[in-house]
Nanobody, 127 residues
Framework: QVQLVESGGGLVQAGDRLSVSCAASGRTVSNHAMGWFRQAPGKEREFVAAISSSGISTYYGDFAKGRTTISRDNAKNTVYLEMNFLKPEDTAIYYC????????????????????WGQGTQVTVSS
């Protein structure tokens, strides 16, 4: 089992930067790829970004490219997500997820491929 706890988020202004983190514990987290997803009210869960276990490979959802960075610190068992130029439509619950083994561009955005999930952190962007 892998336990994930997100932190950060809250109320931010449009145009500001979002910084959230995900602390992982349990099984060897450094062997797990990590991802961030988000879900807005009335919408399906949406892929934000993912990172390989080594941190070498990263993947981003189309809306996130160019303004989002995912990173990880395996010594701290923590994954980070930064998103710049926030918009009101970025308002959502942001979830951290983990999956064992390698990650590929063809499957990084598939939510059901991640067996472990955090409880999510609310991000509200005010205009």
């Amino acid at each position: 089992q892998v336990q994930l706890v997100e932190s950060g988020g809250g109320l931010v202004q449009a145009g500001d930067r979002l910084s959230v983190s995900c602390a992982a514990s349990g099984r060897t987290v450094s062997n797990h790829a990590m991802g961030w997803f988000r879900q807005a009210p009335g919408k399906e869960r949406e892929f934000v970004a993912a990172i390989s276990s080594s941190g070498i490979s990263t993947y981003y959802g189309d809306f996130a490219k160019g303004r989002t960075t995912i990173s990880r610190d395996n010594a701290k068992n923590t994954v980070y997500l930064e998103m710049n130029f926030l918009k009101p439509e970025d308002t959502a619950i942001y979830y951290c997820a983990a999956r064992p083994g390698p990650i590929y561009s063809s499957t990084a955005d598939i939510a059901r491929s991640y067996p472990y999930w955090g409880q999510g952190t609310q991000v509200t962007v005010s205009s």
